[in-house]
């Protein structure tokens, strides 16, 4: 009987049944767990790091290139550029490709050593263009520190490291000549060009020349300023960035930079460019041009003549210089000393400044125990380097203030004028001082024995301080106060510039609760302004009382010369009557012609304006000043100029009127015939005014005598002939109508040059007989109109001892020593 098959028990079919079913759970748990993290990672790569791993590859198979927008120029106003852009260069390497090529190099070496072994030939090895090799290169055409190029190829995982900035086309040139190896590592030519025309290596014709695969060069641009220093302090610099640094390039740097494009290009494995293969090209948007208020000529007059103040009289804080169109508040010219040249902006150039570096890091140098570490030491020369440098990118016409002294009568005249408390009629009397209430001691004039009795117009060219302060109390504190922030002296001018700042006054509280301080400043002291301020203010006094917003961007053009911004000008507000600005002119005119300011006098023209000589209060120092507007009775110009701390040891008086009047005179004979405004000579002036000499050379000697005497010159003769055969000055020259023209009549001229002889201190007629006794020509400017007995020449526009030709004109600047301000 067969035995029955066994069957499980309950249990084991339990068991069994039991741990399938675990297995399946867990096989399914598993299976979900692994989903969900393979889940999770498709998540992170594909959406979390997608724009991460897309840069990544991008920056792995191309190359992009930024290209740099072309900056705005910067045109002066009759569209002569002051700021231009040119096509400049970077350079830069690629350390990752460099240390590729330089294991590739090796690698063929070695093969085609052992080529030739094997084949029994001789074998030459290589140049190998190494590190060293290219960083002696690059070092040398870029002025660059080999080894510091030597460390950025030690960042063999970078791909981008730059050597130089903005390179200059030449360089540039070069540069890329190394690259195509064409020159070695010093310079020398290792290359030539076959009858076939193909470019092979002088010592192997056979092989043409090896580039140097690493270095490479973008496109951009470099700023330059190709009048330097002009007007430095107004347009400032572009910084190592390509950003704005100071003035309007920082002002306006978004409308200069314009948008950067870019070039995208494929790379192969070893990362060399794949070109035609993907190319991107995404243009630049160069940046928009300004055009500006200045006028490059009156800069020129403005900063040669300011220039020319500063170092007669060796002024130790420098001095500023303003010329703005009364009617407009447009800044035709402006001039802050010291200055710089923006092209090297780094470099100091004015002597003062070079004197105080020096001394300052003498002084470094003698503490230099005293800091912990060589760090801390070069951090405080490099702080006490870049303060210095910094001092000269400043423009003191608007982030800096002083006490104005005289020149800011014409505001205290105006108010009390326009408040009806003086007329034309009334009278002062001076005695040199005044008490004033509050104040222990006298306030003194400048003329400590007093003027006497005067009326406002001479108080007024006499620089009166006890007539002004009279004047002010006239006015009283509430009231002078309100004409304070009415000419606009106690805010911001709001001129489009960087760095502007307020002048510093007295509160309202304070100021209205004493008269010494209203005393004070009714002849200019015990405050501060900006120079910007106080023409501003000035200009409101002469041209009907209309405040202007002063500026210096007069349009904004795009590439193709569109006007984007046009620059509308607006009265802020009328502060004075027409007529009371009539009579501050009337006054001020006073101050030229008779008064304090006639060494500001130039001839054929109505000049009004006023001196100053300030004391920067506590220092024992002063600023002196002048202010001055042409014509006279219809103004269109106006210019203030000052200098801080001039020396006292130069032989002339510290005044405005003795140092500063001059040199403004100077500046205005040149801007006013510049600007087409004719001059109106007085029968006195027209006896010397300039003339031009016709040619007579080849007329009878008859002849050239009626001609030159029908124009006015009077004429010498050299020789017997009966024909001119040559004339001193040559026909065209300019020169004044009262000087003599040398005839030559059959007579050789003479060839030699004349010595130019010092005249300054002599009279007009000494000075006169010292130039034509020298064959000399003497043009007369300056205190022309003045009869005083202290006119002397003060100036003279050649150097003595010089050589000129005969009969070459000679300008003496002459001035009036005895004027007090």
């Avoid at 299976?31 to 990544?56: I, N």
């Avoid at 801080?644 to 003795?658: I, L, Q, W």
Wanted: proline share 4%; with cysteine.
């Amino acid at each position: 009987m067969a035995n029955p098959s066994k069957r499980k028990s309950d249990a084991a079919r339990r068991a069994n049944q039991v741990v399938r079913s675990r297995t399946m759970l867990m096989m399914a748990l598993l299976g979900v767990a692994t989903f969900v993290v393979l889940f999770w990672k498709l998540y992170d790569l594909q959406v979390r790091q997608h724009d991460e791993l897309q840069e990544k590859a991008v920056a792995q198979q191309t190359r992009s290139t930024v290209i740099t927008a072309s900056r705005g120029t910067i045109y002066d106003r009759n569209g002569l550029p002051l700021a231009l852009s040119a096509t400049a260069e970077t350079v830069f390497i690629s350390p990752y490709e460099i240390n590729s090529y330089l294991e590739e190099q090796e690698e063929k070496a070695k093969e085609e050593a052992a080529a030739a072994e094997e084949e029994g030939r001789p074998y030459v090895p290589p140049i190998i263009r190494d590190k060293e090799f290219i960083a002696r290169g690059l070092g040398r055409i870029l002025d660059v520190d080999p080894e510091t190029i030597l460390e950025k190829m030690e960042k063999t995982n970078s791909k981008y490291e730059i050597v130089k900035k903005r390179v200059d086309q030449e360089v540039a040139d070069e540069v890329r000549r190394f690259i195509n190896g064409e020159i070695d590592d010093e310079g020398n030519e290792i290359t030539m060009e076959t009858a076939a025309g193909k470019t092979v290596l002088k010592e192997n014709p056979s092989q043409s020349p090896v580039k140097i695969r690493g270095v490479y060069m973008e496109p951009g641009s470099k700023r330059y300023y190709p009048y330097g220093s002009l007007a430095s302090n107004v347009i400032g610099f572009v910084n190592g960035e390509n950003e704005g640094g100071v003035g309007l390039e920082a002002k306006y740097n978004s409308i200069l930079s314009g948008t950067a494009g870019l070039t995208v290009t494929a790379r192969n494995a070893v990362g060399g460019d794949l070109l035609y293969q993907y190319e991107q090209y995404y243009d630049a948007e160069n940046g928009k041009n300004l055009v500006l208020t200045l006028d490059s000529n009156i800069q020129y007059y403005l900063e040669k003549g300011l220039k020319s103040m500063l170092d007669k009289y060796d002024a130790k804080n420098g001095g500023t210089g303003i010329v703005m169109d009364v009617n407009s508040g447009a800044i035709l010219a402006m001039a802050s000393y010291p200055n710089y040249d923006p092209n090297d902006y780094g470099s100091i150039y004015d002597e003062t400044l070079k004197a105080q570096l020096d001394e300052k890091l003498a002084a470094l140098a003698a503490d230099r125990a005293s800091y912990k570490t060589e760090e801390e030491y070069q951090e405080a020369v490099s702080a006490a380097t870049s303060s210095v440098v910094g001092s000269q990118w400043r423009n003191k016409c608007i982030d800096s203030t002083y006490e104005p002294g005289s020149t800011f009568k014409p505001v205290t005249l105006a108010a009390a004028l326009e408040e009806g408390l003086v007329n034309m009629n009334t009278t002062f009397n001076c005695s040199g001082s005044i008490m004033v209430q509050g104040w222990g001691k006298p306030i003194n004039c400048s003329k400590r024995a007093g003027h006497g009795l005067q009326t406002l117009e001479q108080a007024v060219g006499n620089s009166c301080n006890p007539a002004f302060i009279t004047m002010g109390l006239k006015i009283g504190t509430e009231t002078y106060y309100d004409y304070l922030q009415s000419f606009g002296l106690m805010e911001k001018t709001g001129v489009d510039m960087i760095g502007e700042v307020s002048g510093i006054f007295a509160d309202e509280d304070s100021f209205n609760s004493n008269v010494v301080s209203l005393a004070s400043y009714s002849f200019g002291q015990t405050f501060n302004v900006t120079p910007l301020e106080l023409i501003r203010a000035q200009a409101a006094c002469i041209n009907g009382g209309y405040l202007y917003t002063p500026y210096v961007v007069e349009q904004v053009l795009d590439d193709d010369g569109n006007i984007v911004l046009q620059h509308s000008t607006d009265t802020s507000r009328q502060v004075i009557s027409e007529e009371t600005s009539a009579k501050v002119r009337e006054c001020l005119e006073y101050v030229v012609a008779s008064g304090g300011g006639r060494n500001g006098q130039v001839a054929g023209y109505r000049i009004g304006g006023k001196t100053g000589t300030a004391d920067k209060t506590g220092t024992g120092d002063v600023v002196v000043s002048f202010m001055c507007f042409a014509p006279a009775d219809d103004p269109q110009i106006i210019m203030l100029l000052t200098m801080d701390t001039p020396s006292r040891s130069t032989g002339t008086a510290v005044f405005g009127g003795t140092m500063v009047a001059p040199v403004a005179s100077s500046i205005m004979s040149e801007i006013l015939p510049y600007l087409g405004i004719e001059p109106d000579y007085s029968a006195a002036e027209l006896v010397g005014a300039d003339a031009t000499v016709p040619n007579v050379v080849g007329k009878t000697a008859a002849e050239a005598k009626e001609k030159l005497e029908s124009v006015g010159f009077a004429y010498k003769t050299v020789g017997d002939g009966a024909t001119v055969t040559d004339q001193t000055p040559a026909g065209g020259a300019i020169i004044p109508n009262n000087a003599s023209v040398i005839l030559y009549l059959g007579a050789e001229k003479s060839d030699d040059l004349c010595t130019v002889p010092n005249v300054v201190g002599k009279t007009a007629s000494e000075a006169n007989k010292a130039l034509t006794n020298a064959g000399l020509i003497m043009k007369v400017s300056g205190a022309t109109t003045v009869s005083s007995g202290n006119v002397h020449a003060i100036s003279q526009s050649a150097a003595p001892g010089s050589e000129l030709a005969a009969g070459s004109v000679v300008t003496v600047q002459f001035g009036d020593t005895s004027v007090l301000d």
